[in-house]
């Protein structure tokens, strides 16, 4: 199936796009470590069902150094020893962030407490706004069906020169 829209080709949209970009260039340039970030969007894309971006954060994180297998075990991190109680307190509130509304109370206080061991006030301001921008991009990207695939590593970053 193709693309439904090119957000790309309409003025209001791009404008949107390039506002949207810079400001997850904030998000990029804050305390909170790349790779992270890449596992983050990665997770919470997955959930999603966002093939462009799971496409694109792959590449970005195996680009930036990011193991295969740590990238396979994604999606299985609580069944999985490769990841740190910092990492795995960042993608459980990146999932509890991304399902709302699979549960009353959104995100737990446990869940909240625990990320809040492992990141000072800079980086939890950083994750959560990472939370909120990716599922933004993931629902622009799913609502005009962009595919998966032909992302290479650095594009985005090159788009925004």
């Not at 090119?6 to 340039?29: C, H, P, S, T, V």
């Not at 909240?112 to 980086?123: G, L, S, V």
Request: proline share 1%; with cysteine.
């Amino acid at each position: 199936m193709d693309a439904r829209f090119n957000l790309f080709d309409n003025e209001i949209a791009l404008k949107f796009a390039k506002r949207f970009a810079n400001a997850a260039l904030i998000i990029q340039q804050s305390p909170l470590p790349h790779s992270l970030q890449e596992l983050v969007s990665l997770r919470a894309s997955q959930i999603n069902g966002c093939g462009h971006c799971v496409d694109m954060h792959v590449k970005e994180a195996a680009a930036a150094g990011e193991s295969a297998v740590r990238l396979h075990l994604v999606a299985t991190w609580r069944e999985s020893t490769v990841f740190t109680e910092a990492e795995r307190a960042a993608l459980a509130l990146t999932e509890e962030g991304t399902r709302l509304a699979d549960a009353h109370e959104g995100v737990s206080d446990a869940t909240w407490a625990r990320a809040r061991e492992h990141f000072d006030d800079d980086r939890i301001g950083a994750l959560v706004c990472l939370i909120a921008m990716i599922n933004a991009a993931n629902r622009l990207a799913v609502i005009t069906h962009q595919k998966g695939g032909a992302y290479q590593a650095g594009q985005f970053a090159a788009a925004l020169d």
